[in-house]
């Protein structure tokens, strides 16, 4: 009889033990499917350097009483306004367009808009994102084959508003932090770099862009 008791027992144990995992796998995959795989950095500089970090370093300068500056003779000149607009990626799924301008005295504005999917049933709807930033000629850029003092780096910060639906549960919520733009101006005028939104400066996505900054007056922020 106590035998049975105690076989009772260890499957009851068992069960509770199988449903627990059961609990724990479901709200892994909700919370995936909620806030979306977490992107790392390319391994090198901006895997210990994220946008966050970046701009409160220049804005301490700032504050210091140290101004945007000028480029180097080595590095691409502003003499004129130029506009950039480009697609973002995340890997090949295009995700939304970014269009920012360089004014001749170092400051960019811009912003991102559009709409995209990165999975089968998760759209997304960028509600709104406005981005003011930028030059920083005194960043340099660096990898395996030594400095590059000819490139021109760029930052950018603002806020943004992604409105999410999940056309399997009917789900829609909006989603809401911070956003970067960074990258950096080579000699000819073309541009790369990347856009990363966070809601808490750990987990974020990234989206990667190329193109090149043309004389462009036909938009404005």
């Not at 796998?25 to 350097?49: A, C, Q």
């Not at 989603?175 to 970067?180: C, H, K, P, T």
């Not at 190329?210 to 462009?216: N, Q």
Request: proline letters at 4%; glycine letters at 10%; a neutral charge.
């Amino acid at each position: 009889m106590f035998g049975n008791i105690i076989e009772r027992k260890r499957g009851g144990y068992i069960l509770l033990l199988g449903l627990l995992i059961v609990v724990i796998v479901g709200i892994i995959i909700y919370y995936t499917r909620l806030h979306g795989p977490v992107y790392e950095f390319d391994k090198g500089k901006s895997d210990i350097n994220p946008p966050w970090r970046q701009w409160h370093k220049m804005n301490v300068r700032f504050e210091k009483g140290e101004t945007i500056g000028k480029p180097s003779a080595e590095q691409p000149q502003l003499d004129k306004t130029l506009y950039v607009s480009v697609n973002c990626f995340n890997e090949d799924k295009k995700c939304g367009t970014v269009q920012f301008f360089f004014e001749p005295d170092g400051n960019i504005k811009g912003g991102w808009s559009g709409m995209f999917y990165l999975s089968k049933d998760v759209h997304f709807q960028v509600m709104a994102c406005e981005l003011k930033g930028n030059i920083d000629p005194k960043e340099i850029f660096s990898d395996e084959k030594g400095p590059d003092f000819s490139r021109l780096f760029f930052l950018t910060k603002g806020y943004f508003s992604i409105l999410e639906t999940n056309n399997e549960n009917g789900r829609v919520r909006n989603i809401m932090g911070e956003a970067y733009l960074r990258g950096w101006m080579n000699t000819d005028y073309s541009v790369e770099g990347d856009l990363v939104i966070t809601s808490d400066a750990k987990n974020f996505y990234r989206y990667t862009w190329k193109g090149r900054a043309e004389e462009d007056m036909s938009l404005s922020f």
